[in-house]
């Protein structure tokens, strides 16, 4: 089975601090993702890497950046956090072959007051 | 009008129904169909993938696709408490190797 594993399950941070939220694959998917998934308004894509130190973004890149320097790893940065960043951090992977679903770790919730 | 259209529910069944989950899509270039499963402070599972039209069935699961419609359809047999949760649908054009197109997600409450 495919594994995605994210560092943290629940964070608390406050306003200006930076954050570093970790993902690992354990199934040498050449793509991974971070979403971001807030009521009513579904899952949002910020970045995805389709290979490594390769990324692009996504549909909300904004107030945050990536890190892939390991083909197994992704991070996402947010430099100096806001409370509209008060989320739930999704981070998932995927074969690179056309086609393939992606697989889903168990979410950071962060909170930044 | 969005890509994905998803009623958000909640949908409340009793034990033992059958539960219909569907969306609706606008591109006509999805080729690929996914439904994820998602329990309350869980990331989503996924649970069903499709390639193209037709039918595909799994235990008490069957995904259906009807490309000339846009519409794809969930169908959960025998409801479980266990099925509660929230579905999302998801699909993925055939030029596309990496971004996905979701809905809102569906939650799905069954009443014991």
């Known amino acids: 089975d495919v594994k995605v594993t994210q560092s943290s399950r629940y964070l608390v941070k406050r306003t200006g601090e930076k954050v570093f939220l970790e993902c690992v694959q354990d199934m040498d998917h050449e793509n991974m993702f971070w979403y971001r998934q807030d009521p009513g308004l579904g899952l949002r894509l910020i970045y995805f890497s389709y290979d490594v130190k390769m990324k692009e973004k996504g549909d909300i890149p904004e107030g945050y950046s990536v890190s892939r320097e390991k083909k197994e790893r992704f991070s996402l940065i947010l430099e100096s956090t806001s409370t509209n960043q008060t989320s739930m951090y999704l981070c998932a992977s995927s074969l690179g072959r056309l086609g393939q679903p992606q697989h889903f770790g168990d979410g950071t919730r962060l909170s930044i007051l | 009008q969005k890509e994905v259209e998803q009623d958000p529910g909640p949908l409340s069944v009793p034990e033992g129904a059958i539960v219909s989950l569907n969306c609706t899509y606008s591109?006509?270039?999805?080729?690929?169909f996914m439904w994820y499963r998602q329990y309350s402070r869980k990331g989503p599972e996924l649970l069903m993938y499709t390639y193209s039209s037709g039918n595909k069935e799994d235990g008490r699961f069957t995904a259906q696709v009807d490309k000339s419609s846009k519409y794809i359809s969930l169908f959960i047999r025998d409801s479980q408490p266990s099925d509660s949760a929230t579905y999302l649908c998801a699909m993925r054009a055939f030029y596309e190797n990496n971004r996905l197109a979701f809905g809102k997600g569906n939650q799905v409450v069954v009443i014991p």
């Open positions: 591109n006509s270039a999805f080729q690929y």
